[in-house]
């Protein structure tokens, strides 16, 4: 009986752990995005940063879209805190949209309008390929 137990609260403990998505999973490598805008929200909790931008297309009309980048914890050993994102910064993101067509994308190079960029992405290989060729 305690051997059954022990393995309902094993599989218990691990379904975060089969919830969670790889990033070929939940993003379209083959489709970059690269988009400048406002930050109108910044969460900053695990499994992911998400940040959100405004964007204005062509025409004028403003899409928001969400930017998913790596735990907060992987993010501060790179030196990216959470007040480094705010909202109301203008910034340009480079990542990969979503696999589902929605205004989603992983987060990757951010550049600020100084010309500072940070990496927000989970993995260094996820970087967009103009990026990863100007750091040769």
Known sequence: MKT???LLVLALLSLPAFAHH??????????????T??????????PHVWFYVDV????????????????????????VTRDVIRPGMVIKVEGYRARDGSNN???????????????TAA????IPVEAKESKK
Request: hydrophobic share 30%; charged share 25%; proline share 3%.
């Open 37 to 46: 805008g406002t930050v109108t929200k910044v969460e900053w909790q695990n």
């Open 123 to 126: 993995a260094e290989d996820k």
């Open 56 to 79: 204005k297309d062509e025409s004028g009309k403003v899409s928001n879209w969400g930017f998913s980048g790596g735990a907060p914890g992987q993010l501060m050993r790179r030196g």
């Open 22 to 35: 790889s990033f070929v999973a939940e993003f379209d490598e083959s489709k970059p995005v690269k988009l």
């Open 105 to 119: 994308s992983s987060g990757g190079k951010v550049t600020f309008s100084d010309g500072r960029s940070v990496f």
């Open 4 to 6: 059954l137990h022990f």
